[in-house]
């Protein structure tokens, strides 16, 4: 064809090009075989060379054969052919401005140049997107293949690499559009295909997800570049906003990239209507279609996110367009367009400078981002919150709303997401970090200037009103305000005159018009209308020809001509001289009148009138702050409470916020310091290491301007924790010093003032140098020489001779000298024998002189610091029980001296008195000297043996010659060597055992002299009153028993009777805390008495209680007593009054559920003893308690066997409570298809009682439950149900008289047997009637103690009487024929230690 005839229409397919579709139509005439194409390629080669660009007029064909064989052809002419149109190209791009400036251009050429425009570029574009989808394929395999050599296999492929090619192409394509080449259209109007073939590989190159990479970004840069010339010069916008919307819904790697090109376009290209375009086609989208369609919402989500980052101005005008997603269900919209919201608060709408409309705009915005802080879904009450603390952060919220969002801030801590929790944390600490009113935020400390300035601000006032004249207003002004309420009394007093009699002094005799007109004056100024129209009737009757009353209209009427008067009165200037009457002429200026002495203060009003404002702004800002530490104040008690979550982040950030709240100096904020000083024990290393760096940020960073003054602060700080601390927060501050030591953490100096507070060459309080000694304890866990080596000087510190003596510091120095040695038992492998210091060492003869000494004198203090010297002794010295059996003899000497003292100066009493403190005194001591002989024993001789076995078989192994090496292989060596060890444990233990049972109360050992003396005490209750006595001999009692089976077995009764008869909790605590040691070192022997450990749960006293709940858990959850439907009493404690037992309950059972089936397998039992008529609690309460233990119940095949266990319950429930209960524990299972079926199975068992309103209500809210998220297929299940449900209700309605009478006879029985339901507490002291039953238990001889023998099952009632005065009736022990006889051997852990 020749150019002139025919014209190149661009195809939507290369198949076009075969086809004849129209007239003068190009039409590819042959599609060359691949072994021609190489020629012809020359050939069109040559031809450009003479011809230029139009030589593609005749060699299309060859171009268009290449792109048909693309797959099958050789890589080399693919590149040829690349690097040819590419020259070709770029050849017309130059002669193109020649061209289309030529104006005697004729329409041929013009044809012509505008066919080989559109040859070139299609073949070009056509080309560049069979390479881009070979590329493509590529990369997939080489992501299957892997391997290092990927690139160098991905260029071998194809002879270059593609991604470097890719960018000057397009950069060629963006230097031809920029050239005027409309004009070579007909009219300059360039088709449409022309700017789609451009524009559409470029959207075909960002469809690569690899586009994405930073390698890439040249040729993104190019596309964008590309695609903005598109717009801007030939109309692409339309098409544009078409093409980003549906890349958008289909590639979610486009979102980035396709903000960064609208960016670019808006800003740099001008094209600002595209945003608006782009926005307006999300916008329109159906928030339903979005819902159903994640993919696509995710990408508009991501899009309008990262544009209101880049462009908040821009976007801002189209808001209104996205505002319809905030009511739509995908979350992901409301969050996106939240964020633009909160984007464009940031970035354009924050400033002290903005317009109305733009501070209109704010206020609306922050209204929308305040009101979804209570959105329906997690993820965007999350997102605000995190949105807000941005906003705080970069100080863009407005102070009128800073309480509103603390207050919102704190309503959120109390929400079920974690997440939304954690976020608002983050933001009541940022609004800590960034708080405009004081960088000390205490409501206490800000109280008083508060009160104090509001004061003042109400002084300014009075007298601002008191002292600020009426002219300073203007009176016109003034008396138009006054003038409605002045009519309406005036007409009341003109319709009732009789009212305002009496009211005014009225015209004295002596007035001048001028005085009375004063007066009429300030009446009206003070709003007494009344008054001053009394006064004005009695002034017009009085000075009838007087100014201004003789001025009277008579034509008017009477309320006229009196608001004429009043208001001449009060506008006019007519004032008396301040000769006649100062103090009136004072008042009656008029509002032009000043005399000479005003001059001069002309400014004082306005000062006052400043000085007023600035008060009024200062009582503001005052308010505000201490609001807003309230709102802090009240965030902590919360947050403190979630400081023991289970998600870590939301720990580290309670953590991290109780940093910043005590940085600000909130005094509340020391409660959560200490509170999370237990996570120091945490398993999660994150959770501890916050807490590590926590205590570092707040007492390893002290101010001070140098190293010692440092010091002092850090030691003060540490000082302030330790006050009022319990010994658990004093140990685990100890571990986080013995840290921070050990990592040399702390300064030298730290160390120095500490000794120069202990040894007080510093001044300072005795608390200080009794914490300094603590610190000093502390520090030795960590590094022990810096105790070690100024022993001596401990010693002297707190144990010397002064009186009186400080025994809270010798208690001190004793752990702090503790803390040299390891108290743990010694391991196998030790081979250097402990540390111990001889008998005769000082230390110990200062400890035994201050332990004798202070038992003859009623120190309270004397008591823990016995204990401290007692565990000491045992702990370092060389033979303590020599020593401590010394002080028992010793301290057992002076009370028999004081004894007979008082025997002799009393000779006429009939029996000799001794002190009640020094009986307490000494058995405290016995019992403390019994506990540590018992670990003495089973630690340290029992490691020491251990440890000189060992060695001994080393040496013996050394000096034996290896006979039998050969025939012997290593590994049996080790097996027989380990065999041997074993035994050799066993004797030890053997040994040990023998020892504590044989030997330490038997005979004439200084324990046993004191066994007859404690149980005196404790067997006589009422004559050894005395509660401090009574403690100390209960709980060395239990001390006693824990040394020897057989004593323990002889007194587990007395001690289960104190147990359950003291009136003092003090001793039912400590014995609870006794006999669950008892339960872990004699199981065998505790386990008949479980049911009376059980019971303290129910304890009257909320101390017994906790201690009770403490001691179970631990037993439950260690093994070491059974669980049987007695954990039930457990399970009321969710309910307890008290907060720290509720808590302590549930964090019970949140253990207990890790245990397999645990709480599966009790659950039948809780259910029927909760619900039983007798011992059972309220109907309210067991649904609280039900509600959390169901909660555990998460997996299927567990809630389909319960489901069915409690349905067949019903048949032999015998009450309507019961049937309530059941019913609503079956409501609250997490129910499936299955377990529906189960009950469907087991209908007949609870069907009858769906007349009940309350159970059928139950039974409906399972159905409620299933039909949420129920299949097609399981909803004619749910139907068939619910049919049966209703059915059986309507049913039981209709013929509850039958059933009445049918079912009386039956229950009549049970009801007549019915007792008044169990109270919640039961009472400690029994009366004549209340029975204890005890189990039987098997009868344990002396010489064996693990001996069971058969006994009778039948279970005896005791009745224990009252206390009297009688001998007989004081003794509280039960008689042998009461003790339970009868046990369940429970096996210890350990084989190789039986101590019952």
């Known amino acids: 064809m020749s150019p002139q005839v025919w014209e190149f229409h661009l195809p939507l397919s290369p198949e076009e090009l075969l086809k004849s579709g129209g007239v003068n139509q190009y039409v590819v005439q042959e599609v060359l075989s691949i072994r021609h194409l190489p020629s012809h390629l020359k050939a069109f080669q040559t031809a450009f060379r003479t011809q230029g660009p139009l030589a593609v007029l005749e060699h299309f064909d060859t171009i268009y054969s290449i792109l048909h064989h693309f797959r099958s052809i050789d890589p080399g002419l693919k590149e040829d052919t690349l690097e040819f149109l590419i020259k070709v190209v770029s050849r017309h791009s130059q002669e193109l401005p020649a061209v289309l400036d030529d104006a005697a251009l004729s329409v041929s050429d013009r044809s012509a140049h505008l066919n080989a425009l ?66 070579l259209w007909n009219h300059s109007i360039i088709e449409e295909e022309f700017v789609s073939l451009v524009t ?9 997800p690899t586009i994405s990479h930073q390698k890439n970004r040249p040729t993104r840069e190019a596309v964008t570049h590309l695609l903005g010339v598109a717009l801007t010069r030939y109309n692409h916008m339309l098409s544009a906003t078409v093409k980003i919307i549906q890349m958008l819904q289909h590639f979610e790697h486009l979102a980035s990239i396709l903000v960064a090109a609208v960016s670019l376009w808006a800003t740099d290209y001008g094209m600002k209507s595209i945003v608006g375009e782009i926005v307006r086609e999300i916008g329109q989208k159906c928030p339903q279609e979005l819902s159903r369609d994640p993919t696509g919402a995710k990408g508009f989500a991501a899009f309008l996110t990262e544009l209101a980052e880049r462009i908040p101005a821009i976007l801002m005008s189209s808001m209104c367009i996205l505002l319809d997603h905030l009511d739509g269900e995908n979350y992901v919209m409301r969050n996106a367009v939240l964020v633009a919201m909160a984007e464009m608060v940031l970035q354009v709408l924050s400033g002290d400078q903005l317009e109305v409309a733009s501070r209109d705009t704010r206020d609306q915005f922050l209204d929308t981002l305040q009101a979804h802080c209570h959105d329906v879904s997690s993820f965007v009450r999350s997102r605000v919150l995190q949105l807000f603390t941005r906003i705080v952060q970069q100080k863009a919220l407005p102070l009128t709303r800073f309480q509103a969002v603390v207050a919102l801030a704190v309503g959120r801590l109390a929400d079920k997401s974690v997440l939304v929790c954690k976020s608002a944390i983050q933001l009541l600490a940022s609004f800590l970090a960034n708080n405009p009113f004081s960088c000390k935020l205490s409501d206490t400390d800000l109280a008083g200037p508060l009160q104090k300035e509001t004061q003042k601000l109400q002084e300014m006032r009075a007298q601002r009103r008191a002292t600020v004249p009426s002219a300073e207003l203007d009176p016109t002004e003034e008396w138009e305000a006054m003038l409605p309420e002045l009519k309406a009394t005036l007409q009341q007093l003109l319709t009732l005159p009789q009212e305002g009699e009496g009211m005014s002094e009225g015209v004295a005799e002596t007035e001048t018009p001028e005085e009375v007109e004063g007066r009429i004056r300030q009446l009206l100024a003070k709003a007494s209308y009344k008054q001053a129209i009394i006064l004005t009737q009695e002034a017009i009757g009085h000075f009838r020809e007087s100014e201004p009353f003789c001025h009277v209209d008579l034509e008017d009427s009477e309320e006229t001509r009196f608001l004429s008067l009043l208001g001449a009165i009060f506008k006019g200037p007519a004032a008396p001289t301040q000769e006649e009457n100062p103090q009136a002429a004072a008042g009656n200026l008029g509002p032009g009148e000043t005399g000479c002495k005003d001059k001069p203060t002309g400014s004082e009003p306005e000062e006052r009138s400043d000085e007023l404002v600035k008060q009024e702004l200062l009582v503001q800002y005052l308010q505000d702050a201490h609001s807003f530490s309230l709102q802090i104040t009240k965030a902590i008690g919360i947050i403190s409470k979630m400081m023991y979550e289970h998600t870590t982040t939301v720990v580290q950030e309670v953590i991290e916020f109780f940093v910043m709240v005590f940085q600000f100096g909130v005094p509340q904020a020391l409660f959560g310091v200490r509170r999370m000083l237990p996570l120091i024990w945490s398993k999660e290393p994150g959770v501890r290491d916050a807490v590590l760096n926590a205590y570092r940020q707040l007492y390893l960073k002290p101010k001070g301007d140098s190293a010692r003054a440092k010091a002092q602060t850090l030691i003060h700080n540490l000082s ?71 022993l001596d000087t401990l010693v002297n510190i707190g144990l010397d001779e002064k009186l009186p003596p400080d025994y809270r510091l010798a208690q001190q120095v004793c752990h702090a000298i503790a803390n040299i040695s390891d108290r743990r038992k010694p391991s196998v492998g030790e081979r250097h024998p402990p540390f111990r210091l001889p008998q005769e060492h000082r230390l110990f003869e200062r400890l035994r002189e201050m332990v004798t000494k202070g038992s003859v004198h009623p120190d309270p203090l004397w008591v823990p610091f016995k204990e401290a010297a007692v565990g000491l002794i045992y702990q370092l010295a060389e033979g303590p029980e020599v020593i401590c059996a010394r002080i028992l003899q010793d301290c057992a000497k002076q009370a028999l001296e004081k004894l007979e003292k008082s025997d002799h100066q009393e000779a006429l009493q009939e029996m000799p008195v001794l002190p009640t403190f020094l009986l307490m005194n000494l058995l405290s001591l016995a019992g403390d000297v019994a506990l540590q002989q018992l670990v003495h024993l089973e630690q340290a001789v029992s490691g020491e043996l251990c440890r000189r076995r060992v060695l001994r078989e080393e040496q013996e192994h050394k000096r034996k010659e290896p006979k039998e090496k050969n025939s012997k292989s290593e590994s049996t060596l080790e097996e027989e060597m380990g065999l041997g060890g074993a035994t050799a444990d066993d004797t030890e233990a053997e040994l040990i055992r023998g020892i504590c049972e044989l030997e330490l109360l038997e005979g004439k050992q200084t324990l046993a002299a004191f066994v007859p003396l404690l149980l005196k005490v404790c067997n006589n209750p009422g004559l050894y009153s005395n509660p401090e006595l009574s403690t100390a001999a209960s709980l060395a009692l239990g001390k006693f028993c824990m040394i020897s089976a057989t004593f323990c077995d002889s007194q587990l009764r007395l001690l289960f009777t104190m147990l359950e008869k003291s009136s003092l909790p003090i001793v039912r605590s400590n014995l609870m805390i006794a006999t669950g040691d008892l339960a872990i070192r004699f199981p065998n022997l505790v386990d008949p008495w479980t049911p009376h450990l059980y019971a303290r749960l129910r304890d009257p006293s909320q101390h017994v209680r906790k201690t009770a709940a403490l001691v179970m858990t631990h037993l439950i959850l260690k093994d070491m007593v059974k669980v049987k439907g007695q954990v039930s009493e457990m399970a009321v404690l969710l309910i307890d009054p008290a907060p720290q037992i509720a808590a302590l309950a549930k964090n019970f059972f949140n253990e207990l559920s890790n245990k397999a089936n645990a709480i599966y397998n009790l659950l039948p039992d809780i259910i029927s003893r909760l619900s039983a008529p007798e011992g059972g609690v309220e109907e309210e309460p067991f649904h609280t308690i039900m509600k959390q233990l169901l909660s555990y119940i998460t997996k299927d095949k567990q809630t389909e066997s319960l489901v069915e266990k409690l349905c067949q319950r019903f048949r032999t429930a015998q009450t309507e409570r019961q049937y309530r209960d059941l019913a609503y524990c079956v409501s609250q299972l997490p129910l499936t298809e299955r377990g529906l079926r189960k009950m469907l199975d087991n209908f007949d068992c609870f069907g009858d009682k769906l007349s009940d309103e309350s159970i059928f209500s139950a039974f409906l809210s399972i159905v409620g439950k299933l039909r949420r998220g129920a299949k097609p297929e399981g909803k004619a299940v749910i139907d068939e149900f619910e049919q049966k449900l209703r059915a059986c209700h309507t049913r039981g309605l209709d013929a509850v008289e039958e059933l009445e009478v049918g079912q009386g006879s039956s229950q009549r029985a049970p009801s007549a047997r019915k007792q008044p339901a169990a109270t919640r507490h039961r009472p400690v002291a029994s009366t004549a009637s209340d029975n204890f039953v005890t189990p039987k238990p098997r009868r344990t001889t002396y010489q064996h103690p693990n001996t069971q023998q058969q006994a009778s099952r039948k279970k005896l009632r005791i009745v224990f009487s009252s206390d009297e005065s009688s001998d007989e009736e004081l003794s509280a022990e039960m008689t042998e024929d009461e003790t339970p006889k009868k046990t369940t051997p429970i096996r210890r852990a350990s084989a190789h230690r039986h101590r019952s």
């Not at 160098?152 to 050239?179: C, M, N, V, Y």
């Not at 590989?201 to 469809?207: A, G, N, S, T």
Request: proline share 3%.
């Open 118 to 183: 559109k040859m070139n570029c299609y073949a070009l574009i056509r080309l560049l997107e069979s390479f881009e989808t070979m590329s493509s394929q590529t990369g997939l395999m080489n992501l299957e293949l892997g391997g290092k050599g990927r690139k160098s296999r991905a260029k071998a492929t194809h002879g270059f690499d593609w991604e470097e090619e890719r960018q000057p192409i397009l950069q060629l394509l963006t230097q031809l559009l920029q050239l005027d080449i409309r004009h």
């Open 200 to 208: 559409g590989c470029c959207y075909r190159l960002l469809e690569n």
């Open 720 to 790: 302030l924790l330790l006050v009022d601390a319990s010994v658990g927060t004093i140990q685990c501050l100890e571990e986080i010093i013995c840290e921070f030591v050990q990592k040399d953490e702390l300064s030298p100096a730290v160390t120095q003032v500490l000794w120069e507070q202990a040894t007080e060459k510093a001044p300072c309080s005795p608390l200080e140098r009794c914490s300094s000694v603590m610190l000093l304890g502390m520090m030795a866990r960590g590094k022990p020489e810096i105790v070690g080596s100024n």
